[in-house]
Nanobody, 116 residues
């Protein structure tokens, strides 16, 4: 069945870096755009970064220049390199489809906490 497993989150000081990973299975990964989303307490889930199957990328204004999304189709993995982290980046981060209608079942996500 379809599965998305996020990892790599943690507690980091402001200005630090983290690399998130998402392992995908159960669907044709290479034919889908993939994205990273986040949800902070009391807020709606928002798109952070997306990468098409053609490796074009799209970023939320709040993370441009700090975050980089990438994918490895052979490994069915999508990554999010996060640099210069800010306390406002604190959230649970999820991966899912990007640029297409509908979402796959959401995974557990990975918690990112940035201390000031």
């Amino acid at each position: 069945q379809v599965q998305l497993v996020e990892s790599g989150g943690g507690l980091v000081q402001a200005g630090g870096s983290l690399r998130l990973s998402c392992a995908a299975s159960g669907f044709i990964f290479s034919l889908n755009g993939m994205g990273w989303y986040r949800q902070a307490p009391g807020k709606q889930r928002e798109l952070v970064a997306g990468i098409t199957r053609g490796i074009n990328t799209n970023y939320a204004d709040s993370v441009k220049g700090r975050f980089t999304i990438s994918r490895d189709n052979a490994k069915k993995m999508v990554y999010l390199q996060m640099n210069s982290l800010k306390p406002e980046d604190t959230a649970v981060y999820y991966c899912n489809k990007f640029g297409m209608s509908g979402y796959l079942p959401w995974g557990q996500g990975t918690q990112v906490t940035v201390s000031s």
